[in-house]
């Protein structure tokens, strides 16, 4: 401790001194730049000293700051394009701060004559982003960091739901209009997000901290340059790059859950890493456990040793938690040669740890409802209180290398991990061959790992800069594991007269699992940009190449407690202890109580998937029309690899291929009315094809959906038609209204359904016969300052959607038409921003809802359609979101923000609508509630140190 001390009082005075050196032979000078008649802060201007190499250019609220400033009479040089230069004279003291500038630019007035410009654009500002869209050639819709830093959003999941038809599900996955996940693409810095979903190939957006994007773009339309693997969006997600000047930030965010800070939390005690996010010592199966524990007939004293090699620890510690903490350190460096060559360098460190509590959970399955007693029939019906502790660390770290404005070179690498220590304890009751009282509790640890690394160029290969060509190579990895999943199973007959107080643990009711997936994903690309003459006519065209190969294994382990060994009298004793005092070394022994692993080999598997892809496209200017029109061919080559054998001893190895060769055409046309209107108009073909799981026969169990997911080898690929209309309208700079509509056909569409199998309810993958989703969209980005109201600006977008899946009457599956899996009729996010730059005042108050959406297909009779016999669909029902955000500038260096998330805490709620027909022969409809929880509201303070 006193080592440490000592080096912060020396690095401190080190570090005093220097400032001081510099203080004491130059002056500094800092300001804001705006546009004189709008008042808008003017981006990325150049200021500098005049007669000297000291300058910087303003950042995304026009500010700037000039240091190591010469002393003495200075002028400031103050230019951007199409705006007249500003020189203002200054007097600079050493060791001091000028008086604050506040520049105002006229425009130019004088018209340009028509030029190439090119650079490397901006995407982080909210009027770079809208630039960037209207100059789009697909139909888009986005986000910037600008508008991200204005709210609480702390990851990506939260980010992108203020996106025009986008929505969250499972507080991770993406569903853009009305579309699952699985229609979904998602690349990151040009690359494919990895994913950790054993199940399927989706990125988890939870994973991707918030303040490490610099922008988002959803492009909703296909394009030859873009795989086809999607329907719903495509998303890029850019992280932060070049910088635009030397800068270090600190942020400190503390905050709470109403549900969790006044109550106590219940958890297992973690490892000495867990703050870390993951687990390396006490969790994971122990080195001397063999690939298969088969203790039949093995010697005693084994079975005892590798009994209690397990971890031994199952107590459950209550305590108050500690507020939320969250901090991160951003370090921004910006270099410039004497031959003429940017580098600029961002890294990155973010750390949280959070811990969140939700009691009385209603959760319940219901199986067909009674229509002679008119009341719902239980099969589960419980009360869950969950807590849970997560840990996220993260790291950025990217470099930029500007050449030349012909050159440029990116090296980027992005690491996240998060961890999860989580404890559910259940009551209630299960009816399914016979009532029963049940307790179960379950222990689960989680750690998620992914990294990604680029190296990226971008290259313009004549002097008139009229060809350029473009190249990526990528590497990602995932991992997932979960060592040691719990679960214990108490239950009591309640037969009439039973004492259902006297809970006992079953044979076999106390389990382990642990599975790991791992996920390699190598990558490249090229793609050459050229401007061409055809007759009159300036034209563009575009050609590319890219592949893929991924590799995947998941491996799953499952153990139980036998306690067969016991005598009467033992099991007396033993089957109603605590289950702390059931797993002492007292009676884990070969004679007694011992562990056996009943892992199914057919659940693991190994993959491969080989993509390759190449386009050709053209862009035609013609009057005011704008056609962009080509073709993409893909081919994909999806290998499985599993044990079909049932037997531990035998080992039979199978492979499955699954290849397709696509042709994809697309064409996306632009008219422009002037420069402030436009139409769009785009049809194009996409895919979505099987996942490894989805593929593979394997079943595995739910704990949470109470069911077993089973796949299904014969899958085939959906193809889609897409078709958008859409009318942009674009105010003012930085502005945009919008209204469109869009249509898509789909052929053999990948459905869950819901099948009896000879008792066994279960989830399977299958291909309906068709679906069509029809939706509208309109979305507004304005200021207010037309009503009055200078400082205030208004975003709202909205989404109505049908769609309807029809199933073939003639396939085993029998099932009626519905809305496809998570899609809402409605999704309305709306925004009210405030922002004061002469006080330093920000502020924003968002609300989010969506209309109701299956989460969990029902069970049907299509036979003879009769609904008294369906078990019907789970919607999740409407809620209102509504979160506020102040944030207020303490001089230039430090900045305090507040907010609430979540302020009307509405329940989340789950429910069916059964029908059925009465005596009378009237139709009915009942509702029944499977899921329902308050989460609670979330209030956070934090500060904010820039240097």
């Known amino acids: 401790m006193c080592k440490n001390r000592l080096l912060t009082i020396v690095l401190g005075f080190v570090f005093s001194i220097q400032i001081f050196g510099y203080a004491a032979t130059t002056g500094s000078i800092v300001g804001s730049v705006k546009d004189k008649k709008s008042g808008e802060a003017i981006i990325g201007a150049t200021i500098q000293v005049e007669n000297s190499s000291v300058a910087t250019a303003t950042d995304i609220d026009g500010h700037f700051e000039l240091t190591h400033v010469p002393t003495g009479k200075q002028t400031i040089v103050c230019r951007y394009l199409s705006y007249k230069t500003a020189r203002i004279p200054v007097e600079v003291t050493a060791g001091q701060s000028a008086a604050p500038l506040d520049i105002e630019m006229e425009e130019d007035g004088v018209a340009l004559q028509e030029v190439v410009v090119s650079t490397y654009r901006r995407n982080d500002t909210e009027t770079s982003l809208i630039e960037g869209m209207k100059a789009q050639l697909q139909v888009a819709s986005g986000i910037s960091s600008q508008q991200i830093a204005k709210t609480l959003d702390r990851d990506a999941s939260e980010v992108v739901k203020r996106v025009p038809g986008i929505s969250i599900l499972d507080d991770r996955f993406v569903v853009v209009r009305g579309l699952a996940q699985r229609y979904n693409n998602v690349w990151i810095n040009g690359n494919t997000a990895p994913s950790l979903e054993s199940d399927s190939r989706v990125f988890s957006f939870d994973m991707l901290p918030s303040s490490q994007i610099e922008s988002m773009i959803i492009y909703k339309s296909p394009a030859p340059e873009i795989p086809a693997d999607f329907a719903g969006g495509f998303i890029r997600i850019a992280t932060k790059s070049l910088p635009l000047r030397n800068s270090v930030q600190v942020n400190y965010t503390t905050g709470f859950n109403t549900n969790t800070q006044f109550t106590k939390t219940r958890l297992n005690p973690g490892s000495s890493t867990d703050w870390l996010g993951f687990d390396l010592s006490k969790r994971p199966l122990s080195s001397s456990i063999p690939s298969h524990l088969d203790m039949a007939g093995s010697d005693p004293s084994e079975v005892m040793r590798l009994t209690r090699s397990f971890n031994s620890d199952w107590r459950v510690k209550s305590f108050i938690p500690t507020p939320d903490q969250r901090l991160s350190l951003t370090v921004n460096r910006r270099f410039d040669t004497e031959g003429g060559t940017e580098i600029g360098m961002t890294t990155f460190i973010n750390y949280s740890n959070t811990y969140k509590t939700i009691q009385d959970i209603q959760n319940s399955r219901f199986g067909v409802y009674s229509s002679e007693a008119d009341k719902p029939v239980y099969l589960d019906d419980y009360i869950d209180n969950q807590y849970s502790n997560d840990v996220r660390v993260g790291a950025m770290h990217n470099w930029s290398f500007i050449f030349s404005d012909r050159n440029k070179l990116e090296f980027r690498n992005l690491f996240n991990m998060l961890g999860k220590n989580r404890l559910t304890e259940r009551t209630g009751e299960r009816n399914i061959s016979s009532p029963f009282y049940r307790e179960e509790t379950e222990m689960l640890y989680q750690s998620r790992l992914t990294y990604l690394g680029q190296l990226a160029g971008s290259h313009f290969l004549d002097e008139h800069k009229a060809h350029s060509l ?189 290849v397709d060769l696509d042709l994809l055409p697309s064409v996306n ?279």
């Open 669 to 947: 046309a632009t008219y422009n009315f002037n420069e402030k209107h436009l139409l769009r108009l785009a049809y194009g073909r996409s895919l979505n094809r099987a996942e490894f799981r989805e593929v593979s026969p394997a079943v595995y169990y739910d704990f949470d959906l109470f069911n077993e997911i089973g796949g299904n080898e014969d899958l085939k690929t959906c193809k889609i038609d897409n078709l958008d209309f859409r009318y942009e309208f674009y105010p003012e700079r930085g502005e945009l209204v919008s209204v469109g509509i869009f249509y898509k056909h789909f052929d053999n569409p990948i459905e869950w359904t819901f099948i009896d199998m000879g008792g066994t309810l279960r989830y399977n993958y299958e291909n309906a016969l068709s679906a069509q989703s029809l939706g509208a969209e309109v979305e507004i980005r304005k200021s207010l300052d037309f009503i009055g109201m200078r400082n205030f600006s208004l975003l709202f977008n909205a989404t109505l959607i049908k769609s309807n899946v029809r199933f073939d009457e003639s396939g085993i599956i029998k099932t009626e038409d519905r809305p496809m899996q998570g899609q809402s009729p409605y999704i309305i996010n709306a925004g009210l921003y405030y922002q004061n730059e002469k006080w330093g005042l920000m502020s924003s108050l968002l609300y989010n809802r969506l209309g109701k959406r299956i989460i969990g297909i029902g069970k049907s009779n299509s036979t003879n359609h009769d609904v008294s016999v369906n078990i019907p669909d789970t919607y999740e029902m409407p809620r209102n979101s509504l979160d506020f955000t102040i944030s207020k500038k303490l001089g230039k260096l430090i900045e305090l923000k507040a907010g609430v998330k979540d302020i009307l805490a509405e329940k989340i709620v789950y429910k069916q609508f059964p029908q059925f027909v009465d005596a009378a022969g009237q139709l009915q409809k009942r509702e029944q509630t499977t899921k329902s929880y308050r989460p609670g509201r979330s209030v956070s303070v934090g500060i904010t140190f820039s240097f």
């Open 470 to 658: 473009s190249w990526n190579v990528g590497y990602s990895y995932a991992y997932k594991t979960e060592p040691d999943r719990r679960i214990i199973v108490n239950q009591a007959g309640m037969s009439e007269g039973a004492d259902v107080s006297q809970l006992k643990v079953g044979n076999e009711k106390i389990s382990r699992y642990f599975q790991s997936l791992s996920d390699h994903l190598f990558s490249g690309s090229v793609d050459y940009k050229g401007a061409v003459n055809l007759g009159s006519i300036r034209s563009t065209v575009k050609g590319g190449l890219m592949s893929e190969y991924r590799t995947r294994s998941y491996t799953p382990r499952e153990f139980v407690y036998r306690y067969d060994n016991l005598t009467v009298a033992e099991r007396q004793e033993y089957l109603y202890l605590p289950y702390e005092e059931m797993m002492s070394d007292a009676w884990l022994s070969a004679d007694k109580v011992y562990i056996d692993e009943i892992t199914q080999k057919t659940n693991a598997y190994d993959a491969t998937n080989l993509y390759g892809a190449g386009y050709g496209a053209i862009e035609l200017p013609v009057g005011r029309f704008n056609i962009y029109a080509g073709v993409r061919l893909e081919y994909n080559r999806l290998r499985l690899t599993r044990d079909k054998s049932m037997s531990v001893e035998q080992v039979l190895k199978t492979s499955r291929d699954y």
